[in-house]
């Protein structure tokens, strides 16, 4: 039984276009941990922006979703060889894989089924490592006006699972021992349309469009745009402290 959580397809262009990408320090980190760097899995890889920075590192990546329209968005490459599969149940052979990577979806998984996944698909001595963000850092006042928007009328509209994020991923079971890894950030200078568009990917906003038949992110912008800049071309950096849970796969 698939417990795929569906909350981005309808959306895949915007998820592309506005996700951040991640550090190169990050796919540099899990190649120098792997055992080997022939093969990664990146397992609920959205829009394959992860996916493309693994393929730097790795001579094979297998990229898998759930979600058929994430995927036709992808980027391609010719490293990388997407599929379209749950991540409990992915189509990949036994014993394959040097290293699997989850960026920002662990918490929409069966996390046990997906580790038994994960334990059937590594090589011994594989390289499990999940990453995620929570909210962007900018400055004080900025961070305070979008923290009070994704507890206000958005609020209600987050899957239960969000919680996890919440956390910091401290409400998910650990498996697999753990490797010491680097302490990352994700950085982008951004102007103040491409924040916004990043916070239309969210789930809540979506589902709160869906629901009220309203945009709430012209007033956000609104609020934020005396604080961000003289210009609509103003930019300012934006800050995402990853967060990881690492393993290592017997």
Request: with cysteine; net charge negative; charged share 20%.
């Amino acid at each position: 039984m698939s417990n795929f959580q569906d909350h981005f397809s309808r959306h895949a262009a915007l998820y592309r276009d506005y996700r951040p990408r991640y550090p190169a320090a990050l796919f540099t980190a899990i190649a120098e941990a792997a055992p080997a760097r022939e093969a990664a899995w990146d397992c609920g890889c959205g829009n394959g922006q992860a996916s493309l920075g693994l393929a730097a590192a790795f001579d094979r990546v297998f990229a898998t979703d759930a979600s058929a329209q994430q995927v036709g968005s992808a980027e391609r490459h010719p490293k990388v060889h997407y599929s379209v599969s749950t991540a409990e149940a992915s189509t990949l052979d036994s014993n394959t894989v040097d290293a699997v990577l989850v960026a920002q979806a662990l918490h929409w998984f069966d996390v046990p089924r997906f580790y038994d996944e994960v334990a059937r698909v590594c090589r011994p001595g594989g390289l499990f490592v999940a990453v995620m963000y929570e909210l962007a850092t900018i400055d004080e006042a900025i961070d305070t006006a979008v923290l009070e928007f994704y507890r206000g009328d958005i609020g209600p509209y987050w899957p239960g699972d969000r919680r996890h994020i919440d956390s910091g991923y401290a409400s998910i079971p650990r498996r697999f021992p753990e490797v010491p890894f680097p302490t990352l950030t994700m950085t982008v200078a951004w102007t103040l349309e491409q924040f916004t568009g990043y916070l239309a990917t969210w789930s809540a906003v979506q589902r709160y469009r869906s629901a009220t038949g309203r945009d709430p992110l012209p007033a956000l912008a609104q609020t934020l745009a005396p604080l961000w800049g003289d210009t609509p071309e103003a930019r300012r950096t934006v800050s995402w402290p990853l967060r990881t849970i690492t393993g290592r796969v017997a």
